[in-house]
C-alpha cells in the first residue's frame, strides 16, 4: 500500500520546509510514503527546498495556473507514480501532519474513498468571527447541493483512494475543494470527515483574500457545480418561480374579468403571460441540459477507462506538466 502525500505550492519557501519536516515517515497499514509538491509558477526557490529536503516528485508549471489545476494535476502524477492512497496538504502547516493517519484510515479499512479532515473553526483563534460564519455558511451550502452531511467543506485536508482520485474532475479555477465534494455526492462516492487540529498561523490565507470575493467565487462555483450535476432540478425549480408567479397573476385577472372588470387589467394578463412563457423556457431548457449532464457522464466514463489504460501503460514521469 503506497501513500503519496502532495502539497500544492506557490512561492511557499518561508514554510515548506516546516511542513514538510512535520509530515509522517511511517503510518500502520501504509508500505511506503512518498512526497510530491506541485509548484504552480513560484519564483522563490520553493522547487529548490523541496528538492534538497527530498520530496521524490515535483510537479512543475511555468506560471501560475491557481489552487485548482494544481491539484488536479497532483492527482494525476500521484496516480501515474502508483499511488493507493492521495493525501492533500497544505504548504503553510496549517494542519497537523501527525492527523495524516487519521484521514488514511477509512480508506485503509476499505470503508471509504474520500476523508475529508473538519477543522475545529470555532476554536481557531486567527479566524475572525465573519470568517467562522462564512466557512459555516458555505458548508451548508455544499451539503445542500451535495445532498452530503461533510461538515467543513473548505478544508483541503483530505485523502482520496485511487479509484476516487480517477474519478475526480475540477470545472472552476478557484478552488477543488467545494467541487469535489458536490462531484462525489451526486456521483454517489463514498465520502466521510473525521476531526483533525491545526497548527498556528504562518501567514495569511491566500484564498481568502477579501470577505466579498470568497464569497462572490464561492458563491458561483457551488451554485455551477450544483447545476452541472442537477440542471434538471435547478432549471425546474429556477422556472417554477415565475411561472407560478404568472398562473397566479392570470387568476387573478380572470376573477375580475367574470366579474365583468378585465378591461382595466389587460397589463396584468400580459405580464402574465410572459412570466408564464419564461417559466416554461427555462423548464425546457432544463430537459436539454440533463440530456447534456448526461452526455458528460458518459464522457467523463471514458475518460476514467482512459486514465486507467494510460495509467497501466506505465505513462509516468516525475517532472513538468
Known sequence: MKLIIQIPCYNEAETLKIALDALPRHIEGIDSIEYLIINDGSKDGTVEIAREWGVHYVVNFK?????????????DAC?????????????????????????????????YDIVIGERPIDDTVHFSLVKKKLQHLGSWAV??????????????FRAYSREAALKINVINEYTYTLETIIQAGRDKIAMTSVPVRTNEELRKSRLFRSMGSYVRRSGGVIVRSFVMYKPLKFFIISGLIPFT???????RFLFYYVKGLGGGHIQSLILAAVLMMLGW?????????????????LLQDVQYRIKKLEIGNGDNGKEGI
Do not use: H, W
Not at 506560471?63 to 492527482?75: E, Y
Not at 451539503?143 to 467543513?152: G, M, Q, V
Open 245 to 251: 408567479m404568472g398562473a397566479l397573476i392570470s387568476m
Open 281 to 297: 423556457q427555462t423548464i425546457v431548457a432544463g430537459f436539454q441540459a440533463d440530456i447534456i449532464a448526461a452526455n458528460r457522464k
Open 63 to 75: 506560471q501560475n495556473k491557481g489552487l485548482a489545476r494544481g491539484f488536479m494535476a497532483g492527482l
Open 143 to 156: 451539503r445542500k447541493a451535495s445532498a452530503t452531511d461533510i461538515p467543513d467543506a473548505p478544508s483541503g
Open 79 to 111: 496516480c501515474r507514480n502508483g499511488a493507493d492512497i492521495i493525501v492533500n496538504t497544505d504548504a503553510d502547516n496549517q494542519y497537523c501532519a501527525d492527523d495524516i493517519e487519521k484521514l488514511v484510515k477509512p480508506i485503509l479499512d476499505g470503508e
